[in-house]
Nanobody, 124 residues
Framework: QVQLVESGGGLVQAGGSLGLSCVAS????????MGWYRQAPGKQRELVAS???????NYADSVKGRFTISRDNTKNTVYLQMNSLKPEDTAVYYC??????????????????WGQGTQVTVSS
């Protein structure tokens, strides 16, 4: 099993900054792509940013230039630095991770995990 624990959400004024962290713990052989999703009230969950184990990143168009995703593989931790926040960034932010959890017949089985979510509220 893999547990993802997020921290760093909160309330901030428009134009401000917040940083999120997500630590993966438990039993796994590898931590592959990690990322952040968000879900605003009445909307579907959407990808914010993702990062591979090698450091390649991908961002939603709405956050490009404002948000930065990074990770520390030695700590199994992914970060999201959010700058120039806007009210429309208000949402519950979820950490997501793809982990290699077990070998079956020489093949590493992978499973996807979610954190519990952390609220980010941007006031205008």
């Amino acid at each position: 099993q893999v547990q993802l624990v997020e921290s760093g959400g909160g309330l901030v004024q428009a134009g401000g900054s917040l940083g999120l962290s997500c630590v993966a713990s438990g039993s796994f052989f590898s931590m592959n792509a990690m990322g952040w999703y968000r879900q605003a009230p009445g909307k579907q969950r959407e990808l914010v940013a993702s990062i591979t184990s090698g450091g390649s990143t991908n961002y939603a168009d709405s956050v490009k230039g404002r948000f930065t995703i990074s990770r520390d593989n030695t700590k199994n931790t992914v970060y999201l630095q959010m700058n120039s926040l806007k009210p429309e960034d208000t949402a519950v932010y979820y950490c997501n991770a793809d982990a290699g959890i077990a070998y079956y017949g020489g093949t590493l089985a992978r499973r996807n995990y979610w954190g519990q979510g952390t609220q980010v509220t941007v006031s205008s």
